[in-house]
Every structure is written in structure tokens, then in C-alpha cells.
């Protein structure tokens, strides 16, 4: 790869096959970063806050993640090639239960995976479960709990089978007060390997 410098770049991800080329941000770091040497990040079509509970209405929502320039397929096969891929996911909530596989769920782009957790290190829910279990009242999730106020829940994606988020479901509660409110943020896909020459990913025009 002769580009040695971040920035928007077009990836032909299978070498002049089929599928058309693509923009990607390139962040290109040191090779002794602890990450990887190269990451190639795919932008998607939410906003930086994107509503998903609005306060005073209970319905059913379904929320579609589109990549910048990229179909499912090509999707897939960029995880697929990576060594390493990660998305980051956090939800602030007022009185608005996270309650994933029951009233939030999560589809992935592997196969259109469902999935029961919003952080890969832990074996259901949310970040704060891990051991010990920091979550409020216990739950697997704070936004769980019944507890007033504004909360919040967080979580890092890193399994390949879980990264790159494509659909979300948000169903309606069977009891809701008029304070119900949640907001979500969705980090962009960024994926990364040292050789990325070894999975045919070709730079070909910096626009």
C-alpha cells in the first residue's frame, strides 16, 4: 500500500470482482500501536443521537443501519477478511428499560445474527455485568433498572459475528409512564489488520 497517511479513500474489497469499490476513512497509525497499523472505518447513516424511545408515545420501532457505500454482502465479507473489528454501542434511557432480546433487539450483519448482548465481554447485556456486577439493582443492564432518572448503558462489540449492527428492533412496553424517553448512539464499524494486503484490499483513488 503506498498511501501512508489518513483520510478517505475508495477499497476494491474483492480485487476487480463484482462488487463495486467503496469509501472508507483510513486511520493509519504507527506500527507499534497496540491496535493495528491500519483501520479502516465504514460510516453509517445514523445521526450522532438518534431517538429511538420519544417521550409520551409507546409503539413499535425498527431501526435499519446502512454503511456508506456498502451492500450486506460487501459487509460481511470485509468482517469476514479482518483480523479484528469493533463498534461501540451506548443507550441513554429515562424509565426506558434497555431489556435486550425482549423489548431491544439487535441484528448483525454475520448471517443477520440476533444478539443478546451490546458488549462482547461479557455473556449477556451490557458492559457494567462483567465480574463483578456493577449494573444498578444488579440488573444485566442499568437501563434495566427501575430506579428514576436518566441512565445509561455501554458496551464494545469485538466478536466478528456480532460487529456491524444492520437492524434493531425496539418493541413496545406493556406499561410506559410519560417520562419514557431513550436515546441511542452507534459507533461507526471499524476493522483493522497489519497485512491488508494478504485479503486482497486494494487503495485505488484518495478522493
Known amino acids: 500500500m503506498d498511501q501512508r497517511h489518513s483520510g478517505i479513500f475508495m477499497i476494491d474489497i474483492d480485487r476487480n470482482g463484482p462488487r463495486p469499490p467503496a469509501h472508507v476513512v483510513c486511520e493509519i497509525s504507527p506500527d507499534n500501536d497496540r491496535l493495528s497499523e491500519i483501520r479502516t472505518v465504514i460510516e453509517h447513516n445514523l ?3 438518534f431517538i429511538v424511545r420519544e417521550k409520551g408515545r409507546n409503539g413499535n420501532f425498527i431501526l435499519d443501519i446502512t454503511y456508506r457505500d456498502f451492500r450486506l ?10 483480523e ?14 434497555l431489556a435486550i432480546s425482549a423489548n431491544t433487539r ?22 457494567c455485568a462483567g465480574p463483578p456486577n456493577s449494573c ?10 427501575e430506579m428514576p432518572g436518566w441512565k445509561h448503558d455501554e458496551g464494545l462489540l469485538t466478536d466478528l459475528s456480532e460487529v ?14 410519560s417520562n419514557t424517553e431513550a436515546h441511542l448512539f452507534l459507533g461507526n464499524l ?10 486482497e484490499v486494494h487503495f485505488k483513488t484518495k478522493e
Open 47 to 49: 445521526q450522532h443521537q
Open 73 to 82: 454482502d460487501m459487509l460481511k465479507l470485509l468482517i469476514q477478511q479482518s
Open 84 to 97: 479484528q473489528c469493533r463498534q461501540w454501542f451506548k443507550y441513554d434511557c429515562n424509565d426506558a428499560p
Open 106 to 127: 439487535l441484528y448483525s450483519a454475520w448471517n443477520e445474527q440476533r444478539i443478546t448482548r451490546i458488549d462482547s465481554s461479557v455473556e449477556g447485556g451490557c458492559q
Open 136 to 145: 444498578i439493582d444488579k440488573k444485566s443492564c442499568n437501563c434495566d433498572s
Open 164 to 177: 456491524g449492527l444492520t437492524r434493531l428492533f425496539f418493541t413496545k412496553y406493556e406499561n410506559v409512564s
Open 190 to 199: 471499524t476493522c483493522a489488520d497489519r497485512n491488508t494486503q494478504k485479503y
